[in-house]
């Protein structure tokens, strides 16, 4: 999927309404938290891709060659391992004392955040890559799924996928704006909303309709 819709994936799974009467209020660290877990496995992808464009490289050569390349694989390897994330996972649910029924620390809480959205990313990715994907187990396995549907090749179901994913945005989109009614969540929502055609716009121009 698109990153920004794993942002609001994550969002919209794991925050919680404010004053909700069943549950404490998410507070904005774990929000935070939250959407830097759910961009981490597509974190070492934008650094890069922001060094290859500096170097002038064009798209074509950067996702046709450098996006295979060793470097490259071994780098987003790390952070699109679903055992690496459970393993943060599991060190944040015990240190805070989350086995005895004690009260998470905030530390623990925040890496807790951290760990459900990229593992969130990481799962809902799998499925959607063709000849594109990562090694999801590293380092317990090298192996990548090869999957029948690929969330932007048109000759792997892609235009099918995008129009699927712009109706799940559209109903997170929703679900946040009436969960949340504070600018501080809803004018970045309203940039998430434009981002889509911000990006079909960027990739259309780069390699065609």
Known sequence: ?????????????????????LAPASSPTVELAL???????????????GQAKLAGIPEARIWGELYYSDFWQASAAVTNSLPVFAALALLAWVGGGRLLGERTTRLS?????????????????????????HPHFWPVSDWIFSSPVSYWD????????SILEIA??????????????SLRVRVPLTLAALSYAVVAAYWTGQFGG
């Open 109 to 133: 809480s925040m890496l807790l955040a951290i760990a459900a959205g990229a593992l969130l990313h990481v799962v809902t990715d799998l499925p959607l890559h063709h000849d594109d994907g």
């Open 35 to 49: 959407l830097l877990g759910a961009l981490l496995p597509d974190a070492s992808l934008f650094v890069m891709w």
């Open 168 to 181: 799940l945005a559209a109903a997170l989109l929703l679900i946040l704006w009436r969960r949340f009614r």
């Open 1 to 21: 999927m698109n990153t920004q819709t794993h942002l609001l994936l994550a969002l919209a799974a794991f925050s919680r309404r404010p004053r909700d009467a």
């Open 154 to 161: 048109p000759a792997h179901y892609g235009r099918a996928w």
